[in-house]
């Protein structure tokens, strides 16, 4: 069955540095959306992505955040100033289509910030 | 705004007892509802979800859920679990807006542990 996968599965960063979270949705998606969890909190949504341009986005998804399809199968996150409350679970979901169609979520890669 | 509650943070069943997470949601319009599970190290796995239709829905794994509009509830329910069902469970209410692929809306979470 095919399924969302999300590189690295734990990433270490010093705060203020840069990181980049990969994920690879499923082929035959068109949907591409970013969530986040922090320790204890519910899973937050930050952003969705279509034809190559963002379709949604939350109060959370500020200007230090951006996302991008580098390729045809890559979706990534980009954090530019890492933050000590950046620290958190952040999941990749993808789905053909929107509201009906499931997303389908990728096992998340946690931050840390130092 | 739509918002979800699940008012029960820690569940405990025994093996083989039924079970019942509570979800209630706040949407103005017709809500679409989803049931994910979580287990240790995992992603979200979608057990169910409800547009429209029969307010009896079915999903993997044994579980159900019923809508019911009047309660603003979409409460999951297993008739016998099993140990391999201690997870976090998560109710979302999913919207669209304007024609964007609008995220999910999740609640806390319920943490179902099985006692033997």
């Known amino acids: 069955e095919p399924e969302v996968t999300q590189t690295p599965s734990h990433q270490v960063t010093q705060m203020g540095q840069e990181v980049i979270l990969r994920c690879v949705p499923i082929s035959n998606h068109l949907y591409f959306y970013w969530y986040r969890q922090i320790l204890g909190q519910k899973v937050e949504f930050l952003v969705s992505?279509?034809?190559?341009?963002?379709?949604?986005k939350s109060e959370i998804f500020d200007d230090q955040f951006s996302v991008e399809r580098p390729d045809g199968s890559n979706f990534t996150l980009k954090i530019r100033s890492t933050k000590l409350e950046d620290s958190a679970m952040y999941f990749c979901?993808?789905?053909?289509?929107?509201?009906?169609?499931?997303?389908?979520f990728g096992p998340g890669t946690r931050l840390t910030v130092l | 705004a739509q918002s979800v509650t699940q008012p029960d943070i820690h569940i405990t069943v025994s093996e083989g007892a039924s079970l019942e997470l509570r979800c209630n949601y706040s949407?103005?319009?017709?809500?679409?509802l989803f049931w994910y599970v979580q287990s240790p190290g995992q992603g979200l796995q979608l057990l169910l979800k409800y547009f429209s239709g029969d307010t009896l829905v079915q999903g993997i794994k044994g579980f159900e859920a019923e809508f019911k509009r009047s309660q603003s509830s979409f409460n999951l329910r297993k008739p016998s679990v099993h140990w391999s069902d201690a997870a976090e469970y998560f109710c979302a209410v999913g919207a669209q807006s304007g024609g964007g692929a609008d995220g999910l809306t999740f609640g806390k979470g319920t943490h179902l542990i099985i006692q033997p």
């Open positions: 979901a993808s789905s053909w289509g929107v509201v009906t169609d499931t997303q389908y």
């Open positions: 949407y103005g319009a017709t809500p679409y």
């Open positions: 992505f279509y034809n190559n341009e963002i379709s949604e």
